[in-house]
């Protein structure tokens, strides 16, 4: 049925292979990003996507990318297509689909929060979101360092300690009598 699909869609909008998953009904597809929108319109006005599921991004720092990936749904079919995404890490802009999918402002809200990627047009998008009072950078780019951030912003408590989390592990599954 995805195969099917995929078929014929491939050609029309240059898709990448299609990488199916172990779970039936789920495979995603790399695109590029000038036919996002009309792979997304297609996939839901004729394929029966009607849902977007998540919209979420992978920062892979080493090749100066994001990864967008948009998880949609067709109820009918049972089926689950991941339509994946590469954006210029530098420059971080998607393109808005709340006007495909109302839900999608607040993964793009979340996105722009978390990653840095800014979604031009989105509603609300600009507006603090989760991290009310937040000023250093993204805190979900892999360049935020979340150990300095906390040694800068909390204070060491006293009596708390420290374990390496492989010796604890040992201790609590191996313990010596």
Do not use: C
């Not at 998540?54 to 297509?81: G, H, M």
């Not at 609300?124 to 912003?153: C, H, K, N």
């Amino acid at each position: 049925m995805m195969q099917a699909i995929y078929d014929r869609l491939k050609d029309r909008f240059q898709l990448g292979a299609l990488d199916v998953r172990s779970r039936k009904g789920l495979a995603f597809v790399d695109l590029r990003r000038e036919f996002l929108r009309p792979v997304l319109t297609e996939l839901r006005d004729v394929e029966g996507f009607t849902h977007l599921i998540l919209l979420t991004a992978v920062d892979w720092i080493e090749d100066e990318r994001f990864q967008l990936t948009y998880l949609l749904n067709n109820r009918q079919k049972n089926l689950d297509l991941g339509l994946r995404l590469r954006l210029d890490r530098n420059l971080a802009i998607g393109e808005t689909i709340h006007d495909l999918w109302p839900t999608a402002a607040t993964y793009q809200r979340e996105l722009r929060e978390m990653f840095g990627i800014a979604f031009p047009g989105s509603p609300r998008v600009d507006e603090e979101f989760i991290l009310e009072g937040w000023t250093d950078m993204p805190p979900y780019r892999r360049d935020f360092d979340t150990l300095a951030y906390s040694q800068q912003t909390h204070a060491d408590r006293e009596g708390r300690e420290t374990s390496d989390p492989r010796e604890f592990m040992k201790q609590i599954l191996y313990p010596k009598d």
